[in-house]
């Protein structure tokens, strides 16, 4: 499919792979550029590639500000805006009881998710405020609302992720600018089968807990991130939307979902 020609840029952090890469498709469908941002530079250049000439791939890792205002400004210098950001990059948790978890894993899991989300959204809103326009949409999880047994610094950054987007979301509404984020349930991408190697996770266990009984496609949650990105949701700002399955709404014993 040809990208639309309306001059748009979108740019998708954590894109080469999962739900990023999966958003980076469906925003090509929207805007006329779509930005594949992911700390290996060659794997983003080659989803570009994919999507076709009026893209680009950068290579950067979200947690480092100078590698991230390297980012924007090549972004600005090739296309002069930014409509669309999509702070989705993420590394796994480490898999391991509470009292035997390593303190630099931990550091890395906040840096990624919530430092990440952070500069990246600091200096993108640098870009929109100056336009006085532009949606911003961030990568939150059920983690951040429910509690998830070892699963410390992953739901601590998902939840700041949440407030997060509630702040800025506050401080830019009269500038033009909207945030929102969207908190998957369990999605079947890589980062959920590094997690099930692990055995972090039990996938018949969690099948079994959700009302919908089944994990999301990574496309299912690049149209909710869609949805929020574009002008269909330009009232909606500073609010977390759950795509999970149902997952958070459960509240009865597992057994009551069986079917009869």
């Given at each position: 499919m040809a990208a639309p020609r309306n001059g748009k840029v979108a740019l998708v952090t954590g894109a080469a792979d999962g739900i990023g890469w999966a958003t980076a498709r469906r925003l090509a469908e929207d805007v006329e550029h779509v930005?594949?941002?992911?700390?290996?530079?060659?794997?983003?250049?080659?989803?570009?590639?994919?999507?076709?000439?009026?893209?680009?791939?950068?290579?950067?890792?979200?947690?480092?500000?100078?590698?991230?205002?390297?980012?924007t400004a090549a972004v600005i210098e090739r296309y002069g805006r930014i409509d669309v950001l999509v702070n989705n990059a993420g590394v796994a948790e480490q898999a391991a009881a509470t009292v035997d978890q390593q303190l630099e894993a931990f550091d890395r899991v906040l840096a990624v998710h919530l430092r990440g989300t952070f500069l990246v959204s600091q200096a993108v809103a640098r870009v929109m405020l100056a336009q006085r326009r532009g949606s911003i949409v961030n990568l939150s999880s059920i983690a951040g609302f429910a509690g998830i047994p070892q699963r410390n610094a992953y739901g601590a950054a998902k939840a700041g992720i949440a407030a997060m987007t509630r702040s800025m979301a506050c401080e830019w509404a009269r500038q033009g600018l909207r945030v929102n984020a969207v908190a998957p349930g369990y999605v079947r991408t890589a980062l959920v089968a590094e997690l099930e190697a692990k055995g972090a996770l039990n996938s018949r266990s969690l099948l079994a807990r959700t009302p919908m009984g089944r994990m999301a496609a990574p496309e299912e949650i690049a149209e909710v991130i869609a949805f929020l990105a574009?002008?269909?949701?330009?009232?909606?700002?500073?609010?977390?939307?759950?795509?999970?399955?149902?997952?958070?709404?459960?509240?009865?014993?597992?057994?009551?979902?069986?079917?009869?």
């Open positions: 930005v594949v941002v992911d700390l290996r530079a060659e794997a983003a250049q080659a989803r570009a590639a994919e999507l076709g000439p009026a893209h680009v791939g950068i290579g950067a890792n979200v947690a480092a500000p100078d590698e991230v205002t390297a980012m574009s002008q269909r949701a330009s009232f909606v700002t500073g609010t977390t939307l759950a795509a999970d399955g149902g997952w958070l709404a459960w509240g009865a014993p597992e057994d009551s979902l069986q079917a009869r």
